[in-house]
């Protein structure tokens, strides 16, 4: 029985491991043959075939259709309901031989806090569970083949990742970040199918590839769904909304906000990595009219960035902390006056702590990111975890997103 299990690194070989594969095989005494398990997780930077017992798969790694007899999905990752769960659903779906079983968690009891629910869960994979587990999981049998969501996920399984190698993989070539990639990246395509690389170097670089793309797809996920939600509890029933998201990357969350809130008729991107336009001209060609004329990247860092007019919302996720500390006050001023009246900004950083190594030194306090918003008004505070308002003595030093309304 070939096994698939979905969960943090830091439960590989812990408790939730265990727990997991134990619920499985009370569940399944009928099961024969012998287990192979093959583990994905967030962290994971393997993304290439063959799947192998024991090693750590990246959670986005494209698995081809009908290769599982069971996937399981730990309680202790987290999902939203949203398009990029659909998305993610429909993968680990057709990853499933016909006869196999889907287990997903229930993340959420009361259904108010954007988090997986048994509902939501019934009503997207379109069956009922057929098990409820002494774990808080799902089983699901004979589920149908998904339709394709409205995600940036979906583009990433369809694109099967290997387009993207080759942007990568070009734009640290030494060649020009804005050019074209070149036939010379062919060869990653192949690899991804599965093929031997043909440079020595591939495997580091894919490595690099794997955690850059995990943070930046999987953040989108929950980036979205909480800046939808604080648009909708700061501004109820404005639409047409134009957006900018400085330090933006590739692209992804600004995309996934096109097509997703419903809101949103036009989003920006600021990013110094001219790069990131390989990845943002793919994804204008995948989803083609859905965001035609409603996406854009200018190449420019914060600190000389000219707006192009004003916004309604301006966001900094993981970004404000790479402006030098001297010029952060006025890239925020800067970034206030380009808001549109009732427009907002927000702000989302971790906290300064002893157990982040890399930026230490140029992250931020709880009282120096409170000041440098406080001084543009009141400012409202969301969890990152789910769809909340929290106080500020809530808060704490958790990761928040902070809102300010102009």
């Not at 959420?108 to 569970?129: F, N, Y």
């Not at 399984?157 to 074209?180: C, K, N, W």
Request: aromatic share 8%; proline share 5%.
């Amino acid at each position: 029985m070939l096994i698939a299990l979905y969960l943090r690194q830091a439960d590989l070989d812990g408790e939730e491991a265990r727990a997991l594969l134990g619920e499985l095989r009370r569940s399944q005494p009928e099961s024969e043959g012998a287990e192979q398990i093959v583990t994905f997780t967030p962290a994971g930077k393997r993304m290439a075939l063959p799947l192998e017992d024991g090693a750590e798969h990246s959670m986005l790694f494209p698995v081809p259709e009908g290769t599982f007899d069971v996937v399981v999905v730990s309680p202790q990752l987290r999902f939203f309901t949203n398009e990029w769960s659909r998305a993610f659903l429909a993968q680990l779906v057709s990853s499933l031989r016909p006869s196999g079983s889907l287990w997903v968690p229930i993340l959420s009891k009361r259904g108010d806090d954007g988090l997986w629910s048994e509902r939501w869960l019934t009503q997207t994979l379109g069956v009922k569970a057929s098990l409820a587990t002494s774990l808080p999981l799902l089983r699901f049998d004979r589920i149908p083949a998904l339709s394709p969501a409205s995600s940036i996920l979906e583009w990433y399984f369809r694109e099967h990742a290997a387009a993207m190698v080759e942007d990568y993989l070009y734009s640290t070539s030494g060649a020009p970040q804005i050019a074209e990639p070149q036939p010379k990246a062919a060869p990653v395509a192949r690899t991804i199918a599965g093929e031997v690389a043909d440079s020595v170097p591939f495997a580091s670089h894919l490595e690099r590839f794997a955690s850059t793309m995990t943070y930046s797809v999987t953040g989108a996920s929950y980036k979205s769904m909480l800046l939808s939600y604080i648009l909708e509890k700061e501004l109820p029933g404005r639409t047409g909304l134009r957006v900018l998201d400085m330090g933006g990357g590739m692209g992804m969350v600004a995309t996934e906000l096109v097509l997703t809130s419903g809101r949103v008729d036009q989003a920006t991107v600021c990013d110094p990595l001219a790069r990131n336009s390989l990845v943002m001209a793919r994804l204008g060609r995948f989803f083609g009219e859905r965001v035609q004329d409603r996406l854009e990247l200018r190449i420019s860092r914060a600190e000389d960035f000219r707006y192009p007019g004003a916004f309604d919302l301006i966001t900094f996720i993981g970004s404000l902390l790479y402006v030098p500390r001297e010029a952060r006050q006025q890239v925020i001023a800067s970034a206030f006056d380009a808001l549109a009246p009732g427009g907002l900004l927000v702000v989302h950083e971790n906290i300064k702590s002893p157990t982040y190594t890399k930026d230490f030194d140029v992250m931020f306090s709880v009282e120096e990111i409170d000041a440098l918003l406080g001084n543009h008004g009141r400012i409202e505070r969301y969890l990152s975890t789910a769809t909340r308002a929290v106080t500020r003595e809530a808060a704490g030093s958790k990761t928040v997103f902070r809102s300010v309304r102009k």
